[in-house]
């Protein structure tokens, strides 16, 4: 089974579908920083650097599933949310319908913020849910939480809409359910952290000190106060975490208390050991890059379901 990543982004959705078995003929994004990332860990298949509104469907290889985790930022309760007024982002997604349209894979997944299904009172869910029905795909969607169905610590609440061309095996398809989270934040810890990550010689110090007191629990800086995930888990890793000033998700340690590290967030978005970051790229553009990422551990669990369905 062939698969092609579009807004490939460092791969997340290519892990875990290549974990599932599908093959990637075809991986693409348009941030020439992704690609060192991807390129880093993928060597077959490298990403291909294109705005989607060039490429040219007719060059695909052939493959059986779309894969796209299309820009989210147009639909966030944390951005703007313009939806499809918001050009060269929203209106991506017509340019998947094209792809759809002129190509007619077997299969497609889809992913995106949650409140996807609510933005515009529905209406832009509805617009994307009809027209995606009108290529005669029968849909369907779900929104899922990283810590309810990836076993792993962060909560994160995305929607996962998968289509197929056959009805008989969209009513065959189910979503996974729930497992029990058993990892806790500090087995993603990393032993040893460069002192770089730590606040104990910042004037914000004593503003932390007084409110970071757990070591089972991760804190996020607000800009002016301190807020406690009480729940055991991280708040949803986003892609400004890295810039200083907001949503830092932050923890205490033996040596002090610090943000989290590029590797600690890969862990949150149950990437594998194995996978490499580049020491080239500052830790603001891996921030980024994992923020605006996905949790592979719960796009495996979709894609082991999806495989079981077309074969």
Known sequence: MKTIDLFAGIGGVRIGFEKAGFKTVFASDLDAYCKITYD?????????????????????????????GFPCQPFSIAGYRKGFSDKGRGDVFFEIVRILDRRRPEAFFLENVKNLKAHDNGRTYKIIYDTLSSLGYSIKSEVLNSMEYGNVPQNRERIYMVGFLSKAKAEKFVFPGKI???????????????????????????????????????????????????????????????????????????????????????????????????????????????????TASVIGRIANGIMETLN
């Open 40 to 68: 880093k860990n993928f060597k077959e298949t490298p990403l291909f650097i294109e705005d989607i509104f060039k490429l040219d469907e007719k060059s695909l290889p052939d493959f059986n599933l779309l894969l796209g």
């Open 180 to 294: 029990k989270l058993t990892k806790n934040i500090a087995e993603i810890l990393e032993p040893k952290v460069d002192g770089k990550y730590y606040y104990n010689n910042t004037p914000l110090y004593k503003k932390l000190k007084a409110s970071v007191k757990s070591r089972d629990t991760v804190y996020q800086w607000r800009r002016i106060y301190v807020r406690e995930n009480k729940a055991g888990v991280c708040p949803t890793l986003t892609a400004n975490m890295g810039t200083g000033g907001h949503n830092v998700p932050i923890v205490k340690d033996n040596l002090g208390i610090r943000k989290l590290t590029p590797v600690e967030c890969l862990r949150l978005q149950g990437f594998p050991n194995s996978y490499k970051l580049p020491e080239e790229l500052a830790d603001s553009r891996l921030y980024k890059q994992i923020g605006n990422s996905v």
